[in-house]
């Protein structure tokens, strides 16, 4: 399940090659726990979520989303050019079929709060927020940061996606907060994020439950912004792209009016992700088995998606042509000598 999957060329016509600069490959690196694409006629970005050994939100792929953030943000810094950009979307799914991400690493929380590593623990949970502020407020470039939820989102997971712009979620998506489970709360950005949407109680209604919403719930609540069928899903968001497209000046307009008139600072994630650390260090054995069981948990999730989905998910790619040979050099100029898509996936 979740083969890598490496960058593919844009299509090469005339616009596109005057934004083959340096800064605009770099934004599809080779990262560790994330895959990029580009998708040149809607100008998205699409970043796949392929987190290993469980499908939470470990050091290195929040290291990994946050590189790739700083790179879309010095690709347009570095522009002279004023005649419109190439990237006008950029939008997080994930590569593991049936979940988005199921939130914080736990495991490293329950060792932490063990060993009372505040330091790492903070650390940990900085590396949270710098990623949501900078989705929240699209990186302040004139892109719409979006989220296609298909399966489970849970704690961190679903307040990354709600950090976006947009949250499109298919009808069989389910998300929630569960960390009251364990005694905590979620300290990443989901009280300043769902409050701005649809008001304190509500907020504190789905914080408190702890609760498992089905997307159909969160659409009425007015979290979820598209909810789209599971079949034909890619072509659900091309549709959303188009019309966004079409009132892209006035809807970007939108979003700025919107931080403007309810900013979401930095300082207030940071404040609020202090108490969350400073609740985490309170935590007793008792909530801390709780956490130990919701990893065992995580891991037999991921266990029964490698058995059900050993091939590629749809979103991969595989050469189609018998054709190509290698050695080969790419738009860029690198010599690329052998087929990577081929390799046996490093989860097998």
């Not at 309170?282 to 990893?295: E, N």
């Amino acid at each position: 399940m979740g083969k890598k999957m490496h960058y593919s060329p844009p299509l090469d016509d005339g616009n596109t090659r005057k934004n083959m600069t340096p800064e605009f490959y770099k934004i599809f690196a080779e990262y560790r726990e994330i895959a990029v694409r580009y998708d040149e006629p809607h100008k998205a970005v699409w970043c796949y979520f392929n987190p290993v050994p469980r499908p939470c939100f470990s050091s290195a792929m929040l290291r990994d989303i946050r590189s790739f953030q700083q790179n879309i943000i010095d690709f347009f810094h570095a522009r002279k050019s004023n005649a419109g950009y190439p990237i006008r979307y950029v939008l997080f799914c994930s590569q593991i079929p049936g979940i988005y991400n199921l939130g914080g690493d736990l495991a490293l929380f329950i060792k932490l709060i063990k060993e009372k590593n505040k330091v790492q623990l903070l650390e940990y949970a900085i590396q949270c927020i710098d990623t949501v502020y900078l989705n929240a407020v699209s990186m302040d470039l004139p892109v719409t940061t979006i989220a296609l939820v298909e399966g489970t989102a849970l704690g961190g997971g679903f307040e990354t996606a709600l950090s976006s712009n947009i949250l499109i979620a298919t009808e069989e998506a389910e998300m929630g907060l569960p960390e009251i489970r364990f005694n905590l709360f979620p300290g990443m950005g989901a009280y300043s994020l769902l409050a701005r949407m649809s008001g304190t109680r509500t907020a504190e209604k789905i914080i408190g439950s702890g609760a498992i919403y089905s997307a159909g719930e969160l659409h009425d609540m007015g979290i979820v912004t598209h909810l789209i069928g599971s079949k034909n899903g890619r072509k659900n968001v091309e549709r959303i792209l188009r019309q966004l497209s079409q009132s892209g000046n006035g809807y970007r307009a939108m979003l700025q009016a919107r931080q403007r008139y309810h900013p979401i600072t930095y300082q207030e994630l940071e404040d609020i992700v202090r108490m969350w650390v400073d609740a985490a260090l309170r935590l007793k054995s008792k909530d801390l088995r709780m956490m130990d069981r919701i990893v065992k948990a995580q891991q037999a999730k991921m266990q029964q998606q490698e058995k059900k989905f050993l091939l590629r998910t749809k979103q991969d790619r595989r050469f189609t042509s018998g054709a190509t040979t290698f050695p080969l050099t790419d738009n860029s100029g690198n010599l690329i000598t052998a087929d990577r898509r081929k390799n046996i996936d490093r989860r097998s």
